[in-house]
């Protein structure tokens, strides 16, 4: 599903008529996406650093890489209708029409055409999932699992997948210390987890980008996995699998190049979401049924295991180097 130039121009007039002022990180985002779109990557300067506003500008665009202009036109386009509608009183959304869904800080969030899209949307960040972030995430599929679409999408906004867990979340420690952080995380994650053990529709991801730890070993629990061929996925070892490999693995269902990734795989969302929805959700609840309570007991293991993992030093000196590592540049 891709907007076309003419969405593009109406999203570019819907920004004018915007009510509230939506904020400088929403606005940067809006510009990156725009230049992005008409103009492809990043070709300006690097301002110098005491020159903010395009420093920030320049950064904001720059962090986009090479997302396609066809994939920056349609994320502009999402952008600006989920602010549109979160920025509208709610009352003007007529109840049971498809409506953009809001109300989320780190995920866009839409339903329409029986298709529940919910994409991670901390671009600057590689979309690291934060603790805001697994929160949001259960909350947008326990959403999903009630509303009245088909399946449910999982995607990445900008040129990245998902980098993981968001390594700074091993920096707030509360006052019970580090010990209690990891007991809190674990339990966190395995709550997260069980969300997509349990989800009841079809779930589908789509890796427009690199991906990486978590948002890579939860891609076992999707029902399908349509990859582009600019994705990697990082695992054991840190190495880099391209999609061909991890489509040979068995972990992706189908790769695309990434030029026509859009429209082939939302050319399948669409056919699949007209399938009959109580006959794909009985599928999944017959199939799902056979290894869900072994699957939850493998993912209590895995907490208990990391909670412990979390408290080494192999753990805590790898999350300093990354996050010490520009100071050393
Ligand atoms: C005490 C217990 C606490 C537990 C807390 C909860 C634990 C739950 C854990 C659940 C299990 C999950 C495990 C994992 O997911 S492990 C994998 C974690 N991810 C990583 O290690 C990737 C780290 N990132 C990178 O290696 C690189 O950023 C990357 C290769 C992804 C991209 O490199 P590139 O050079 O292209 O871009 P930058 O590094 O400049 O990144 C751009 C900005 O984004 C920030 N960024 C990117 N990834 C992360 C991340 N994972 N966490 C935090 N921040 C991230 C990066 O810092 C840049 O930001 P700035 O522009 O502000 O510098």
């Not at 399946?151 to 867990?165: A, E, F, K, P, R």
């Not at 429209?263 to 009985?282: C, G, Q, S």
């Amino acid at each position: 599903m891709r907007a076309s130039q003419k969405d593009f121009e109406n999203a570019m007039n819907q920004v004018k008529l915007l009510k509230k002022d939506p904020g400088n990180e929403v606005k940067l985002k809006l510009y990156a996406l725009y230049k992005q779109a008409t103009e492809g990557p990043c070709n300006m300067p690097k301002p110098g650093v005491f020159d903010l506003i395009n420093k920030a500008k320049w950064d904001a665009w720059n962090t986009l890489g090479s997302l396609p202009k066809e994939t920056a036109r349609q994320n502009y386009v999402d952008l600006v209708s989920s602010l549109s509608s979160s920025l509208e009183s709610s009352s003007q959304v007529e109840p049971g029409t498809d409506r953009k869904s809001t109300g989320y800080e780190t995920l866009m969030v839409t339903s329409e055409d029986g298709i529940t899209k919910i994409t991670l949307n901390r671009p600057a960040k590689k979309n690291a999932i934060n603790i805001e972030m697994y929160h949001e995430i259960m909350r947008a599929l326990k959403a999903a699992s009630k509303d009245d679409s088909s399946i449910t999408v999982l995607t990445g906004n900008g040129d990245y997948y998902s980098s993981g867990n968001d390594l700074t979340n091993f920096t707030d420690i509360p006052p019970g210390g580090v010990e209690e952080k990891a007991k809190n995380s674990a339990i966190l994650l395995r709550e997260f987890v069980g969300c997509f053990i349990d989800f009841p529709k079809p779930l589908i991801a789509m890796v427009n980008g690199p991906a990486v730890g978590i948002s890579v070993t939860i891609l076992g629990l999707f029902d399908a996995v349509y990859a582009s061929d600019r994705a990697t996925e990082m695992l054991v070892f840190g190495k880099k699998l391209t999609a061909g490999e991890a489509c040979a693995q068995g972990l992706v269902t189908e790769v695309f190049p990434d030029s026509t990734f859009q429209k082939e795989v939302w050319t399948r969302l669409k056919a699949f979401a007209k399938l009959p929805p109580n006959a794909m959700r009985i599928s999944k609840e017959v199939i799902r049924n056979r290894e869900k309570e072994k699957l939850h007991a493998v993912n209590a293991e895995e907490c208990s295991v990391l909670q412990e993992r979390w408290l080494s030093d192999e753990c805590m000196n790898a999350v300093m180097n990354f996050l010490s590592r520009k100071s050393n540049l």
